[in-house]
Structures are given as structure tokens and as C-alpha cells.
């Protein structure tokens, strides 16, 4: 499944929640907007992830990656 229709529902699917912490979207993502942040994860260049909400509201599978 590579659409999602909660945020969290979405994070789970690529086991982020954990690893988002506090960078967690308390807001949401708006329709047909892109989120990508960095997230510390004790690495040199921390972890990329990002985050599309499509024009129906629902939301991508993550992507995520380690930098560097």
C-alpha cells in the first residue's frame, strides 16, 4: 500500500513514528504539499524524510534515507 489516509498511518508504514520524536507534524501536511526535514538521528548528517500529501488528502508512503 503506498497511500495512506492519516499522517501517522503513513509514518507507521515505514516505522518513523519512533523515529520522528519530536519532529512530528502536530499541524498536518496541506493538499498537494511536500514536507522534508532532517532528523537527528546521532549520525554525522542525520536522516532525511519526506513527507507528500496529495490533492485527495491522502497521504505517501514515506521517503526516508540517511544523509551523507
Known amino acids: 500500500m503506498n497511500w495512506f489516509a492519516s499522517l501517522n498511518e503513513a509514518l507507521l508504514s515505514e516505522n518513523l513514528l519512533e523515529v520522528m520524536g519530536d519532529?512530528?507534524?502536530t499541524g498536518g501536511i496541506n493538499y498537494g504539499e511536500t514536507?522534508?526535514?532532517t532528523v537527528d538521528d546521532g549520525s554525522k548528517?542525520?536522516?532525511?524524510?519526506?513527507?507528500?500529501?496529495?490533492?485527495?488528502?491522502?497521504y505517501e508512503r514515506p521517503i526516508h534515507y540517511p544523509r551523507g
Do not use: Q
Request: aromatic share 24%.
Open 23 to 25: 519532529y512530528l507534524i
Open 35 to 37: 514536507h522534508c526535514f
Open 45 to 58: 548528517y542525520g536522516y532525511l524524510i519526506s513527507i507528500y500529501r496529495d490533492e485527495r488528502g491522502l
